[in-house]
């Protein structure tokens, strides 16, 4: 791209930038040079086939206390999400969202709330209207694609009206988040609001208190940010987001978009 034209742009964007919108969000040609210049090991690869187990390497040992589904490989995990009536939330689910993405050593996992009505519709996290700036924020600000990420909920089947999961749904849940974990392994997981945040680094706290600050789980670095349908309804904390995102980025060498 010309010097001035990419001058022009970078003014754009940074005027997009103080009106509280990550100008990175919509920049798709910068998003595929940058995607282009990530170290080797994080750039985008090839989803691996969800069905073929045998490619996953043993599950390390995260200390997680034996349960019935330690032994699970991950389809086996998602098979038994698939009919499981562990909570009162199977009564109402249209479908099981187990989760979506790369299943072998991601380079995060990202973990929210419940599904919404589109995701139970469509068995997909992550994919109405929260989902758009989400997958928006990973694709055109991280420089990332869905599939070189995994995606989960705390809640695999929707709590009626969205509600916030209840503690006692949360508890019958969070197993299989757990066994999902131990089994992708990734180097980062990022929580988005307050349930995911308290479900993997147990802080029963406001999100706005605890976002931005690393955390750890069984070993793996954890960042607890906003949720992308908090984002829907205050535009203006897309920056404490975006800023979330560009530590994790540091983190794991991902080069960030230039200012
Ligand atoms: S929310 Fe989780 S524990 Fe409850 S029925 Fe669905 S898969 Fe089972």
Not at 41 to 53: F, I, M
Not at 92 to 116: Q, S, Y
Not at 218 to 247: C, E
Request: hydrophobic share 35%; net charge neutral; with cysteine.
């Amino acid at each position: 791209m010309p010097e001035t034209i990419r001058k022009d742009l970078a003014a754009h964007l940074q005027r997009l930038d103080v009106e509280g919108m990550p100008s990175e969000w919509f920049a798709t040609k910068q998003s595929t040079e940058r995607t282009a210049s990530l170290p080797e090991e994080t750039r985008p690869v090839t989803l691996a086939p969800q069905s073929d187990s045998a490619e996953l390497e043993a599950p390390a040992d995260l200390g997680f206390p034996p349960s019935e589904m330690s032994a699970l490989t991950y389809d086996e995990l998602r098979e038994m999400a698939l009919g499981c009536r562990r909570c009162r939330l199977c009564e109402g689910r249209n479908m099981v969202v187990f989760g979506d993405g790369k299943i072998v050593r991601p380079l995060i996992v990202f973990v929210g709330e419940g599904p919404g009505a589109e995701e139970d519709k469509r068995g997909l996290p992550f994919v109405g209207r929260a989902g758009e700036l989400f997958t928006g924020a990973i694709t055109k600000g991280m420089g990332l694609r869905r599939e070189d990420v995994y995606i989960c909920n705390v809640v695999k089947c929707r709590p009626p009206e969205n509600r916030t999961p209840l503690p006692d749904e949360a508890a019958a849940c969070t197993p299989y988040l757990y066994r999902q974990l131990e089994l992708l392994r990734p180097r980062v997981i990022i929580t988005l609001g307050q349930p995911a945040q308290l479900a993997i680094c147990g802080i029963d706290k406001g999100i706005t208190k605890v976002r931005g600050q690393w955390h750890e789980f069984h070993g793996i670095k954890v960042m607890p940010t906003l949720h992308p349908a908090y984002l829907l309804r205050n535009p203006a904390a897309k920056k404490d987001f975006w800023s979330d995102l560009q530590m994790v980025m540091d983190e794991l060498g991902l080069k960030r978009p230039p200012a």
